[in-house]
């Protein structure tokens, strides 16, 4: 294992091991149990559930593939791993907040991205303490914080790797929108489980092209995903927040 010098309050490792200390905090950051309210939003999904586009596993994998793909997961996935590269520089780091911050397609994405953003803000300040946590919130006070970037400082801060880092984020997305699938169609839990693993075996190339991207070869490509969440606004009824 080589360690780079050490930056402000954060010592980064490139390497790809993972110890059983790292993995700890990885899991308890992705799980269902952390309270960060991920559990309320759908990214679109509820709306498709609505209008009949979804209604299988395989629509879920489908869909929740386009968000990881092309769409909010992959914006936050390649600026996950820029933010995770930037994190003991703070002014650069905090361009990147800003960037992902901004960089949602409609008000209840742009929710569902800063409240679950400023939620693990202040759980793993309390939990899982660390000066650059520290310093990063007294930075933004007010500003909008996206869950991606606070999650990559989290991840360097404690000096965790970059690549399994970015895995979890990913999958913790998709769990979270399969999650959400299996209760609007609804399905069964074996059914969620299936669509899980499908994508977990997606994740993985996912993750190598967001860690070879750069900013500016960064966009979206989904126009429908876009289009649920706008519509999702003036639903009739409604489950989740996004």
Known sequence: ???PPRRGNITTTTTTMLTDAA??????WTSPAYPIGAFTYSHGLETAVDDGRVRTAADIVAYVETVLS????WVDAVLFAHGWRAAGDEAAFDE?????????GSSETLLESVQQGRSFLAVTRAAWPHPALDAF??????????HCSVMALACAAH???????LHACIHGMAANLVS???RLVPLGQTDGQIATA???????????????TSLDDLGTASPLLELASFHHETLYTRLFRS
Do not use: E, H
């Not at 092309?70 to 997961?73: E, K, M, R, V």
């Not at 919130?137 to 996206?146: G, H, N, Q, T």
């Not at 000096?159 to 880092?165: F, K, T």
């Open 1 to 3: 294992m080589t360690t």
């Open 23 to 28: 993995l700890q905090p990885l899991l308890a």
């Open 70 to 73: 092309s769409g909010g997961g």
């Open 96 to 104: 990147l907040a800003d960037l992902a911050a901004a960089f949602r």
């Open 137 to 146: 919130a007294a930075r933004r006070a007010d500003l909008p914080v996206a």
């Open 159 to 165: 000096g965790l790797p970059l690549a399994p880092s």
């Open 180 to 182: 959400a699938g299996v």
């Open 198 to 212: 499908a994508l977990s075996r997606l994740i993985p190339a996912l993750a190598d092209r967001a860690l070879a």
